[in-house]
Nanobody, 123 residues
Framework: QVQLVESEGGLVQPGGSLRLPCAAS????????MGWFRQAPGKEREFVAC????????RYTDSVQGRFTISRDNAKNTVYLQMNSLKPEDTAVYYC????????????????WGQGTQVTVSS
């Protein structure tokens, strides 16, 4: 079992930045690939970014490439999503997830999910 807790969402102006941490507890954090997903009102959940177990590989959806950075600190059992140049269309609930199967963009590959944190980009 892995418990995931996202935090530090909030309201930010367009062009601003936020860093979302996701703290993990339970089984060995470094044995899981980690992902970030988001769900906007009235839309399906979508993949944002993922990172391999040792942090050596990352992958992003096209709409955030070059603006968002996923990273992890296995000593602190935490994965981060640094979001820069935020746009109103980035407004969503952001979820972190853990996969013992693979470093993947598909949500069904992830066994554990956090409760989500709201990010609102608005002036």
């Amino acid at each position: 079992q892995v418990q995931l807790v996202e935090s530090e969402g909030g309201l930010v102006q367009p062009g601003g930045s936020l860093r979302l941490p996701c703290a993990a507890s339970g089984r060995a954090f470094s044995s899981y690939a980690m992902g970030w997903f988001r769900q906007a009102p009235g839309k399906e959940r979508e993949f944002v970014a993922c990172i391999s177990r040792n942090g050596g590989l990352t992958r992003y959806t096209d709409s955030v490439q070059g603006r968002f950075t996923i990273s992890r600190d296995n000593a602190k059992n935490t994965v981060y999503l640094q979001m820069n140049s935020l746009k109103p269309e980035d407004t969503a609930v952001y979820y972190c997830a853990a996969s013992s199967i693979a470093y993947a963009a598909a949500g069904h590959m992830y066994e554990y999910w956090g409760q989500g944190t709201q990010v609102t980009v608005s002036s």
